[in-house]
């Protein structure tokens, strides 16, 4: 799965997991990254408001996203 910027410099973590409804809610986004379920660039993220760019991929209950 992909996910255009569309022009923007970032999206933060959490909402990306909310955007895509990967979670239920902005809530459930920030647990399940403090309680280290979200792997960005092959690393454990606990940043709830990590930036994400253009060419970082996040990986998360099984689905796997690449920053466009």
């Known amino acids: 799965m992909t996910f255009e ?3 923007k410099e970032y999206i933060e973590l959490n909402k990306l997991l909310k955007t ?3 979670v239920e809610s902005g ?3 920030k647990m399940v990254i403090q309680d280290g379920e979200v792997v960005v660039n ?3 993220e ?3 408001r990590r930036k994400l760019r253009v060419g ?3 990986e998360f209950n099984e ?3 690449v920053i466009k």
């Open 56 to 58: 970082d991929e996040v």
């Open 46 to 48: 606990l940043r709830v």
């Open 27 to 29: 809530g459930v986004a």
């Open 20 to 22: 895509l409804n990967l």
């Open 63 to 65: 689905e796997k996203v």
């Open 5 to 7: 910027l569309n022009g």
């Open 42 to 44: 092959n690393e454990i």
